[in-house]
């Protein structure tokens, strides 16, 4: 029987992290992986299920005195500035984004940690990138603070990899859904917020204009995708740092239509504002054959399946 891997997960506390975390402890058992943040977990559930350390990532000796003291051989690092807050404070996204990441592969690569993920984003790409079925290999030139230090993390991760043959692994990530989390500053946040709105206001002013197509994922495929790429076979992975990710494509209005087909009297209004420049940089489809091809991803979720399961579950947990 194969020997359970000693996780940690940095940025533990944020959306993806706080139910990445949770997914692991369940699957590999509670003790075996440690949330790890530089603040408490707001969550009951994560701050009680298993051990927390406080990490600040941009602090390469509060990492490797974790590692150290729970045997670590398997890092989840989430800790990052997203695109909106990123763009509002370049230095912070720069200092968290690529000072931290270097931090956690030279941990790593120092105190023998075997396998690392690190996503990253299809904030990676530009107005230069085809914006219909994105290709896995095309043009990198992003125009905002946080996409570009994606990009400099997919490059830093995949030397690590050639050079010191540490395990590094990671998808660009689409707008990721979550009904138990709030965002943390993203572009995409407008398809979490929305959903409040709707349940509890009956109306919602979007950020981004109502035609706007962007990539997006609800957070069980997220979830499940992570998992997958981490247990896949690496004599698979012909690529490592950059799998192209996506399940479905959708605008705000889009999203709105399907919404009003649960809550009829639901309004949405429009009100672009910086963040509009941001998502027009971005692509609207995204082709991640490679990552179906090399480690069998494929979505359970579609809009209307998303849709129905978010109102379901917040509407337990708002109208109580």
Request: with cysteine; charged share 25%; proline share 7%.
């Amino acid at each position: 029987m194969a020997t359970a891997p000693k996780i940690l997960v940095t940025g533990a506390c944020g959306q993806i992290g706080s139910e990445l975390t949770l997914a692991l402890r369940e699957r590999y058992g509670a003790a075996n992986v440690v949330a790890a943040g530089h603040r408490t977990p707001p969550s009951p559930r994560l701050r009680d299920s298993g051990p927390f350390e406080f990490i600040d990532v941009t602090q390469r000796e509060t990492i490797a005195a974790v590692v150290n003291k729970h045997g670590i051989d398997t890092i989840y690092h989430l800790a990052a500035i997203l695109s909106a807050t990123g763009e509002q404070n370049p230095q912070l996204a720069w200092d968290v984004n690529i000072n931290g990441l270097y931090n956690v592969l030279e941990v790593a690569r120092q105190q023998g940690v075997t396998r690392l993920f690190c996503p990253s984003s299809i904030a990676v790409f530009g107005p230069e990138t085809p914006r219909d079925n994105t290709p896995q290999e095309t043009v990198l030139r992003p125009k905002t603070m946080y996409g570009v230090t994606k990009v400099t993390g997919e490059l830093l991760c995949d030397y690590y990899a050639r050079r010191f043959g540490l395990d590094v692994r990671g998808v660009r990530f689409p707008g990721i859904i979550s009904s138990e989390t709030m965002p943390g500053g993203g572009t995409t946040d407008y398809a979490v917020e929305i959903f409040y709105a709707a349940i509890e206001h009956r109306r919602y002013t979007c950020f981004l204009r109502p035609d706007t197509v962007l990539p997006m994922m609800y957070m069980p495929d997220c979830i499940k995708a992570t998992l997958d790429l981490m247990a896949a076979d690496p004599s698979r992975l012909r690529h490592r740092t950059d799998f192209n990710l996506t399940a479905f494509s959708f605008s705000p209005a889009e999203l709105a239509a399907e919404i009003q087909k649960h809550i009829p009297d639901f309004i949405c209004d429009y009100k672009p504002d910086y963040r509009q420049a941001i998502a027009d940089s971005w692509p609207r489809t995204i082709d991640d054959s490679a990552a179906r091809e090399e480690w069998g991803w494929q979505p359970e979720y579609d809009l209307p399946t998303m849709v129905r399961d978010m109102l379901e579950k917040l509407r337990s947990r708002l109208l109580k």
